[in-house]
């Protein structure tokens, strides 16, 4: 069975609830009136704002196009002077390595007279004279050297030409590669659309950034670094003209002194192999005497070993017959005889031991000759040794480097090529 609740739930009176239908009614009127004004405000808005928007990106859209066009005109005008000042940056440097293959020319016959008196250095004892190659090699080298002065003179002008020139050029370089980036900048924002991906809000994207010039600055800034360009290609022009001069006057300067060199190496060369032609005929009679000489010493050798048998065979005789018994050793005439035998064996030892002894002493006499002749034929055949390695190392100066094979090396004391019968001697003496 239902029951009252203790606790009645509040209750409100009719005229409120009358009102309270009221109220919504109105304010539902009232807000929906608001609603429509806001919205005819914000369509006329938007056609507006848009037609603004769509002026003023079709404005900075042309605005870019026609930046785009100058910076691109500065861009070709850098362009065509970049290509000039490379072009002349190759001419020099083309001129400058002609200068250099010019010195090194130069340096060649200097390292060649060098090597020359450092190798005629290494003569010996009596060969070591101050003869007119020597001379004739230390004028090569003064001449060389002043040669040199001159070239390098001029290389190092042209060195500080293409460091302006280079300078210059990174300006010129890094004004275009500005003018480069900033195309592509101005083009990738030339390109954008409401539709690219890679649009989005940035902050502060108005502000002035720091570094920033003024139209004026900028133009007057890629002027002064295309005038500077030029002024620089013309200094240059007129350094290679004076460069091409100087090579030309040094060009045939050292030829004549290397003839006179030549010619000097050549004269002593003849002195020394007339010399040399001597000194082995002494010393072929020398080893013809000490052959002979050889020969008779074993001969006397050979006498005295039989002889030494012959006195053996006579002690052993006699010392034999000492042991006769009794009345048997008596002094016969065969004791006379073998005594007499073996006095006249040790005088004849003797008298060939001196002769012996003679005859070492002029075979000693002879090897002492012998080595000082063979020590002189040494010595000039490693001067003519070493001043036909010079007259080699000389044809440096009238053979390309490529096809240069040395005839004859200095330090193993061996041979390219077949040589004279003469100088295979000097090889092997040496």
């Given at each position: 069975?239902?029951?009252?609740?203790?606790?009645?739930?509040?209750?409100?009176r009719?005229?409120?609830?009358?009102?309270?239908?009221?109220?919504?009614?109105?304010?539902?009127?009232?807000?929906?009136?608001?609603?429509?004004?806001i919205?005819?405000?914000?369509?006329?808005?938007?056609?507006?704002?848009?037609?603004?928007?769509?002026?003023?990106?079709?404005?900075?859209?042309?605005?870019?196009?026609?930046?785009?066009?100058?910076?691109?005109?500065?861009?070709?005008?850098l362009?065509?002077?970049?290509?000039?000042?490379?072009?002349?940056?190759?001419?020099?440097?083309?001129?400058?390595?002609?200068?250099?293959?010019?010195?090194?020319?130069?340096?060649l016959?200097?390292?060649?007279?060098?090597?020359?008196?450092?190798?005629?250095?290494?003569?010996?004892?009596?060969?070591?004279?101050?003869?007119?190659?020597?001379?004739?090699?230390?004028?090569?080298?003064?001449?060389?050297?002043?040669?040199?002065?001159?070239?390098?003179?001029?290389?190092?002008?042209?060195?500080?030409?293409?460091?302006?020139?280079?300078?210059?050029?990174?300006?010129?370089?890094?004004?275009?590669?500005?003018?480069?980036?900033?195309?592509?900048?101005?083009?990738?924002?030339?390109?954008?659309?409401?539709?690219?991906?890679?649009?989005?809000?940035?902050?502060?994207?108005?502000?002035?950034?720091?570094?920033?010039?003024?139209?004026?600055?900028?133009?007057?800034?890629?002027?002064?670094?295309?005038?500077?360009?030029?002024?620089?290609?013309?200094?240059?022009?007129?350094?290679?003209?004076?460069?091409?001069?100087?090579?030309?006057?040094?060009?045939?300067e050292?030829?004549?002194?290397?003839?006179?060199?030549?010619?000097?190496?050549?004269?002593?060369?003849?002195?020394?192999?007339?010399?040399?032609?001597?000194?082995?005929?002494?010393?072929?009679?020398?080893?013809?005497?000490?052959?002979?000489?050889?020969?008779?010493?074993?001969?006397?050798?050979?006498?005295?070993?039989?002889?030494l048998?012959?006195?053996?065979?006579?002690?052993?005789?006699?010392?034999?017959?000492?042991?006769?018994?009794?009345v048997?050793?008596?002094?016969?005439?065969?004791?006379?005889?073998?005594?007499?035998?073996?006095?006249?064996?040790?005088?004849?030892?003797?008298?060939?031991?001196?002769?012996?002894?003679?005859?070492?002493?002029?075979?000693?006499?002879?090897?002492?000759?012998?080595?000082?002749l063979?020590?002189?034929?040494?010595?000039?055949?490693?001067?003519?040794?070493?001043?036909?390695?010079?007259?080699?190392?000389?044809r440096?100066?009238?053979?390309?480097?490529?096809?240069?094979?040395?005839?004859?090396?200095?330090?193993t004391?061996?041979?390219?090529?077949?040589?004279?019968?003469?100088?295979?001697?000097?090889?092997?003496?040496?």
């Open positions: 069975m239902a029951t009252l609740s203790v606790k009645p739930s509040p209750r409100f009719l005229p409120d609830w009358y009102t309270n239908s009221y109220l919504l009614s109105t304010n539902a009127e009232r807000q929906r009136d608001a609603s429509h004004q919205r005819q405000e914000a369509r006329v808005l938007c056609n507006e704002t848009n037609n603004q928007t769509i002026w003023d990106e079709h404005d900075n859209r042309t605005r870019l196009a026609e930046r785009i066009d100058t910076v691109n005109r500065w861009k070709e005008m362009d065509k002077c970049l290509t000039d000042l490379d072009a002349e940056i190759d001419a020099l440097t083309q001129m400058k390595e002609s200068a250099e293959q010019n010195l090194q020319a130069k340096n016959p200097l390292d060649v007279a060098i090597e020359c008196l450092t190798l005629r250095e290494s003569r010996r004892d009596i060969d070591v004279v101050k003869d007119l190659v020597e001379e004739e090699l230390h004028k090569e080298v003064e001449v060389t050297e002043a040669t040199k002065k001159a070239l390098q003179q001029k290389i190092s002008q042209a060195f500080e030409k293409l460091c302006l020139l280079q300078e210059v050029r990174q300006q010129l370089n890094s004004d275009h590669r500005g003018k480069m980036e900033t195309l592509d900048i101005d083009r990738g924002c030339y390109s954008l659309n409401l539709k690219s991906p890679n649009i989005s809000l940035k902050i502060n994207p108005t502000r002035v950034p720091n570094g920033s010039t003024t139209l004026q600055q900028w133009d007057d800034c890629s002027q002064f670094n295309k005038n500077q360009a030029e002024a620089e290609m013309k200094g240059a022009i007129e350094l290679r003209e004076a460069i091409a001069l100087t090579i030309a006057k040094t060009n045939n050292l030829e004549a002194q290397r003839v006179a060199t030549e010619f000097a190496f050549r004269k002593r060369l003849w002195e020394m192999e007339k010399v040399y032609s001597d000194l082995k005929w002494q010393e072929k009679n020398t080893l013809e005497e000490i052959a002979e000489l050889q020969e008779d010493i074993r001969h006397l050798e050979e006498d005295l070993r039989r002889k048998q012959n006195l053996k065979l006579c002690h052993t005789r006699l010392e034999t017959r000492t042991y006769r018994p009794n048997e050793l008596c002094r016969d005439q065969a004791q006379y005889g073998l005594t007499e035998e073996v006095h006249q064996l040790e005088a004849t030892t003797a008298a060939l031991k001196q002769k012996l002894a003679q005859a070492q002493d002029a075979l000693d006499a002879l090897y002492q000759h012998l080595a000082w063979q020590a002189d034929i040494a010595c000039k055949a490693n001067s003519m040794l070493l001043d036909t390695k010079c007259m080699d190392i000389r440096k100066l009238t053979m390309p480097a490529e096809k240069f094979v040395p005839e004859v090396d200095t330090f004391r061996t041979t390219n090529r077949t040589l004279s019968p003469l100088k295979t001697c000097q090889l092997e003496l040496t």
